[in-house]
């Protein structure tokens, strides 16, 4: 039998309240029974998961780096919000295998250069990746203070560019993803590997029989501009007294996101339910 392979795993990890956290979690005791799994975590890490991996503190950057050749394999998680910034600098550095979660990188990379006092640096990948329209784009947002191009148009200059060259393949949850990442770095190494879904619960009824019961949408996820939620507000306010509904916004709000502001706007605080983020369960 050929030896396990060590791999380390960078992602955010629960109790963080993110869906990768929860697809780490839920992926992570299967991965085990293949693969001798390292944690880097840049934060806490909740116990059922430090019992059973190794857990390296990768607050502590330069450390966690100069750890990374010691495995077969690095596997950094990387989605399109801050909480993944310690992964995309790793990369950089220490190049691996990337799990793409999303088709656009946009918020990720204006966390790592604009907001961290490298707007050269952006201005320079925009021209570089997205010509120079995109930074024509992104100046306005920024001193004319225009609507931000990665919200208006999310994939429009996803700016993937810089995760991609330093990946040495890249695993994806859909074809549309796979084809976004062909056309950013032709040639790269591109898996789909679909997003897994559990069971449904066997006590939990998806049907109601209830006359007149409400119609129930919702919303789910990192609640961003980029899902354009003022465009589900307007359309459902015009159903307003015309059918009964809920909408259900589940998920944490995007600092600096006036979500209430728009959901009172469009006169529905009493049809919408701001959940915040939920357990698995």
């Not at 992964?87 to 990720?108: F, I, K, N, T």
Request: hydrophobic letters at 50%.
């Amino acid at each position: 039998m050929s030896a396990r392979l060590r791999v380390a795993w960078w992602s955010p990890l629960p109790p963080d309240p993110s869906g990768i956290a929860d697809y780490a979690d839920e992926l992570l005791p299967h991965l085990a029974r293949f693969w001798d799994i390292a944690l880097f975590a840049d934060g806490e890490v909740a116990p059922a998961l430090a019992d059973l991996h190794p857990v390296v503190d990768a607050r502590d950057e330069e450390a966690a780096i100069a750890r990374l050749p010691g495995y077969d394999a690095v596997l950094y998680h990387l989605g399109n919000n801050p909480a993944h910034l310690g992964a995309y600098r790793a990369l950089q550095r220490h190049h691996g295998l990337v799990v793409l979660h999303d088709a656009s990188l946009a918020h990720l990379v204006i966390h790592a250069t604009h907001l961290a006092g490298r707007t050269d640096r952006l201005f320079a990948e925009l021209r570089a990746l997205h010509g120079d329209l995109a930074a024509e784009a992104v100046r306005r947002h920024f001193y004319l203070h225009e609507p931000a191009p990665w919200d208006v148009e999310p994939l429009r200059f996803p700016l993937l560019g810089r995760a991609l060259g330093a990946a040495r393949a890249v695993l994806v949850h859909s074809r549309f993803a796979a084809e976004q990442v062909r056309r950013a770095m032709p040639g790269l190494p591109v898996e789909v590997v679909e997003h897994h879904a559990l069971p449904p619960p066997t006590h939990v009824s998806f049907a109601s029989t209830a006359p007149g019961a409400p119609v129930v949408f919702c919303t789910a996820g990192f609640l961003t501009p980029a899902k354009h939620i003022d465009l589900v507000l307007a359309a459902l306010a015009k159903l307003r007294g015309r059918v009964a509904f809920r909408y259900r916004l589940v998920g944490t709000v995007a600092p600096g996101f006036p979500l209430y502001g728009q959901v009172r706007d469009h006169g529905l605080l009493d049809h919408v339910d701001l959940v915040g983020h939920v357990s698995k369960e």
